[in-house]
Nanobody, 111 residues
């Protein structure tokens, strides 16, 4: 059984940085891709970033150049480093592995 636990969210100001964590159990984060999504209030969940099993990364256009996805195989954790946060980054952030979702972590960004 795959379980994902996101953490690291919290209220920040525009321009701040934050690092989110997605700790997995039941499946290795290096065995297949792990994807970060986000869902803003009243909007659909959208793609943010993915790291493939070979380490290849891909980003959504709105976060390219500001966010970095990485993983630590030893702790079975995937990270999302978010720099220069903007109010439009306000959302609940979720990670996904093999169609399993975590509970999400909330990131409000004030202007």
């Amino acid at each position: 059984q795959v379980q994902l636990v996101e953490s690291g969210g919290g209220l920040v100001q525009a321009g701040d940085s934050l690092r989110l964590s997605c700790k997995a159990s039941g499946r290795s984060v290096s065995s297949e891709g792990v994807t970060w999504y986000r869902q803003a209030p009243g909007k659909e969940r959208v793609f943010v970033a993915v790291i493939g099993h070979l380490g290849t990364t891909l980003y959504g256009d709105s976060v390219k150049g500001r966010f970095t996805i990485s993983r630590d195989n030893a702790t079975n954790t995937v990270y999302l480093q978010m720099n220069n946060l903007k109010p439009e980054d306000t959302a609940i952030y979720y990670c996904n592995l093999n169609m399993n979702w975590g509970q999400g972590t909330r990131v409000p960004v004030s202007s």
